[in-house]
């Protein structure tokens, strides 16, 4: 099954940074090569799956260890 392209509009909807930049992100993510995107004549499409990953690259994990407790200066 073919990837569904996504203009930049639907990218920040997604991303969840249309209400902040609207599109100035996504287009720059692509204009720093940051994310992979196709070219259909002039428009510029990014498949979905290249939004899945950019956000799975970025994902951080929360720390399971415990802090030691703090020692007593006498």
Known sequence: MADRLLT????AER?????????????RLIAERRIAFVKVGHLVRIPASAVDAFIAERTVQPVTTRRRPLRKVA
């Open 8 to 11: 930049a509009a639907q990218v």
């Open 15 to 27: 991303l969840g940074t249309w209400e902040t930049s609207g599109e100035r992100f996504p287009r």
